[in-house]
């Protein structure tokens, strides 16, 4: 079986991810531990939209080993996926148990997870989403969501902010939003199916505009598949009136993958993995190694 752009690998690492993402530190809640996205309430979270998927084609995998946990079988696919992509070799440790019933939920919720405008300032037009830009071409507001991904969730689980770089710029190289699902459409990167530092190296080189559903001159030039639904923005390396460059494979960011290039503390790690893939690749499996095994008791 194949997804976007022929490779299971990048839905993998996001089941992966996301079915990690939830652990809290304070609470010893969440994490990959148990694989409750099995069940109904934390599959709803609209933060794992299209994830059935990704579950649905290790079904095959689980029954014909039917010891492996689906909590090891969803990790373990994630680690294979970046290996057989060029990603880092990452040592996977089993032993993850899967939770009975819904009961563990009790001590859980939605918002985990990071959510790409949260706390920014809304807009009310598709067709004028320019109007909230301040003076330097950031999203107004963007400070907010920046403390969102920063402190409510990655500090959450215990990540600094050079982790929660390189998780950015190691995750996001693969596969592509679908307005369906997230709200969000495209590609973030050229090569969306093999590990790079291709992500960080465009946000700082690249010329970003930001878009809206309203905005259809992306049409016309062949970038449709980067509109967004109705009522979400995002940022695309296309320039509207036909500025640019037109050989441009058609590329977004999210805004809260703009906070990278914006936060200063968070830019000084984006530079260095942008000139330095190996050192990338480096930090992003010791980074993922760790946000698939919290609250495993390894």
């Known amino acids: 079986p194949s997804w976007d752009d022929g490779s299971l690998a990048p839905i993998l690492l996001r089941l992966a991810w996301h079915s990690s993402g939830t652990y809290d530190a304070a609470s010893g809640t969440g994490g990959s531990n148990g694989a409750g996205m099995r069940f109904a309430t934390e599959a709803a979270d609209p933060e794992n939209a299209g994830l059935v998927h990704a579950r649905a084609f290790l079904e095959p995998v689980k029954a014909r080993f039917p010891a492996v946990s689906y909590s090891d079988l969803w990790i373990l696919a994630a680690y294979v996926g970046l290996e057989h992509t060029g990603g880092p070799v990452i040592d996977f440790t089993p032993g993850r148990v899967d939770h009975v019933d819904e009961s563990y939920w009790s001590g859980m919720s939605y918002g985990r997870l990071p959510a790409a405008e949260k706390y920014c300032c809304p807009h009310l037009d598709d067709f004028d989403v320019s109007s909230s830009l301040d003076g330097a071409g ?44 997230s709200g969000y459409a495209g590609p973030w990167v050229e090569h969306p199916t093999q590990f790079s530092n291709e992500y ?8 970003w505009t930001l878009v809206g559903h309203g905005d259809t001159w992306l049409d016309a030039i062949g970038a449709e598949e980067l509109r967004p639904a109705p009522g979400n923005r995002q940022f695309v390396n296309k320039v509207k009136n036909g500025a640019g460059d037109d050989d441009e494979p058609n590329q977004m960011m999210l805004l809260s993958d703009m906070i990278l290039a914006w936060d200063p503390n968070f830019r000084q790690y984006l530079e260095v993995y942008a000139e330095d893939e190996a050192k990338l690749k480096t930090d992003f499996g010791a980074a993922f190694k760790k946000l698939t095994e919290l609250g495993c008791g390894f």
């Open 138 to 181: 950031r999203v107004k507001g963007w400070e907010g969501l920046c403390a969102h991904v920063r402190n409510e969730v990655f500090y959450r689980m215990g990540f600094d902010d050079r982790e929660i770089v390189a998780l950015l710029c190691g995750g996001h190289v693969y596969g592509r939003c679908h307005p369906d699902f």
């Open 200 to 207: 960080a190296a465009d946000m700082i080189e690249d010329e």
